[in-house]
């Protein structure tokens, strides 16, 4: 297997001097990107694509031919390079980190495998209170190449900010409690509506875990982080808010002394999208099925959105993919801050190439167009042109 040469790597960093590590510190923390999570004004809108990284590249497929999934997580170079592939092709505005929302729970010893074509399979299914013993708290110790892969990437990326993830406690817990991908958690819902005592000391269990998993990733120089509750949709609002937000807003809690922009994902949570910000992200996530400006409605105020072009629709014509993805970026307008994204992850089946055409189409089209001289009040407070909403 070759791995593409590392031209930063550990290397780079020792070479780079403080001032131009600040530097470029400085410029991730003005990037559009970061800028929208904050909803300040921006010069377009930023975008990036969930998963990627990954199967929708035949770089990827090449370079994981003879790697399984989990081993090419503990693998910081590999890490690094499957990171950086979509970035050599895409004008994304941010990179995430390659890796898995499992890697922290076989970590910690858990027998959890990815299996090829089928994802996460848990040999022996969480069932009853002795199975907690078999999810002992993460150590940072656990996981020491998701700090070095995030250090290596950091002085790669530059200027580009690197999302760190973790999974939501729902969803770690539905892989755990029903033993696999499952169409509608039933199992995981079972216990949920059963047992609330062991349902609450799992998901406090999982939250541990996700709060370590992304403070290490944070500590190594992550900027932003996103909470995938991918399956989180399959409860309703009153579930959602006593079983669920509880152990979830522990971990939003835990970061906020970091700082860093707090993004919480899920998909089917049309109903939930209030309780997701209520949670304490800074960011929501919509997948395609509420349109953005019914999804600022429904979220509270304070919150940027992120989202929400159906991943189908990459498969359609160029025509169909322009059209809808215009319709996102004005909807988009109408949030106090907007990141384009899809409304779940690149399919496999995605032509990269329509991707790079959809990232260059973002930004051209969400273009503001900065003032004519002496036209415009600009104040100290910035280039208030740049502006999400209706200015221009
Ligand atoms: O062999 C392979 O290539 C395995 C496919 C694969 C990949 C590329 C899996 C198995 N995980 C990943 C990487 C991954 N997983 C990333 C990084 C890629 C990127 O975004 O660029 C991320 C962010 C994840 C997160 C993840 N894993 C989620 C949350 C995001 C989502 O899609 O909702 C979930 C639910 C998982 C579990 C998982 N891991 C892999 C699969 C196929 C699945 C889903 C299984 C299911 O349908 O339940």
């Not at 370590?212 to 190594?220: D, G, K």
């Not at 922009?261 to 395609?288: C, K, M, N, Q, S």
């Amino acid at each position: 297997m070759t791995i593409l040469p590392q031209p930063g790597s550990a290397n780079r960093a020792d070479g780079v001097s403080a001032a131009q590590l600040d530097n470029s510190a400085a410029r991730i923390d003005s990037s559009p990107f970061m800028r929208a999570c904050r909803r300040e004004p921006v010069p377009y809108t930023p975008v990036w694509f969930m998963r990627q990284a990954g199967r929708s590249l035949p770089e990827y497929r090449r370079l994981r031919a003879q790697t399984s999934m989990l081993e090419s997580c503990t693998r910081p170079e590999l890490v690094t390079e499957i990171t950086l592939q979509p970035l050599r092709r895409y004008d994304v505005d941010a990179a995430i980190l390659f890796s898995d929302i499992v890697v922290p729970l076989r970590a910690v010893g858990v027998d959890i495998d990815i299996k090829p074509g089928i994802g996460p399979v848990v040999e022996r299914p969480f069932r009853d209170t002795g199975d907690l013993a078999r999810l002992r708290p993460l150590d940072p110790s656990d996981v020491p190449y998701i700090g070095e892969a995030v250090r290596a990437l950091v002085s790669e990326l530059d200027e580009r900010p690197l999302i760190g993830f973790a999974g939501g406690p729902f969803t770690l817990a539905s892989y755990l409690v029903d033993g696999g991908p499952s169409k509608n958690h039933d199992r995981t819902k079972a216990l949920m509506y059963g047992n609330p005592e062991l349902w609450h000391a799992l998901l406090g269990r999982l939250a541990g875990i996700a709060i370590t998993f992304l403070q290490v990733q944070i500590a190594a120089g992550a900027s932003a982080v996103q909470l995938f509750d991918s399956w989180a949709g399959a409860v309703g609002p009153d579930d959602y808010r006593h079983a669920v937000l509880p152990h979830t807003s522990r971990i939003f809690a835990a970061l906020e002394p970091t700082g860093v922009p707090r993004i919480h994902f899920g998909v089917g949570t049309g109903e939930l999208l209030g309780l997701l910000g209520e949670a304490g992200a800074d960011v929501v996530g919509v997948d395609w099925r509420v349109p953005l400006d019914e999804a600022a409605r429904r979220a509270e105020p304070g919150k940027a959105l992120q989202g929400n072009l159906d991943p189908a629709v990459l498969l359609a014509s160029w025509e169909a993919v322009a059209h809808r993805a215009r319709d996102v970026i004005a909807r988009g307008r109408t949030a106090e801050g907007h990141i384009f994204n899809l409304g779940h992850g690149v399919l496999p089946e995605t032509d990269p190439d329509v991707l790079a055409r959809l990232a260059d189409l973002v930004h051209s089209e969400s273009a503001r167009t900065p003032p004519e001289p002496g036209t415009h009040d600009l104040t100290e407070e910035g280039p208030r042109e740049w502006n999400n909403g209706s200015v221009w």
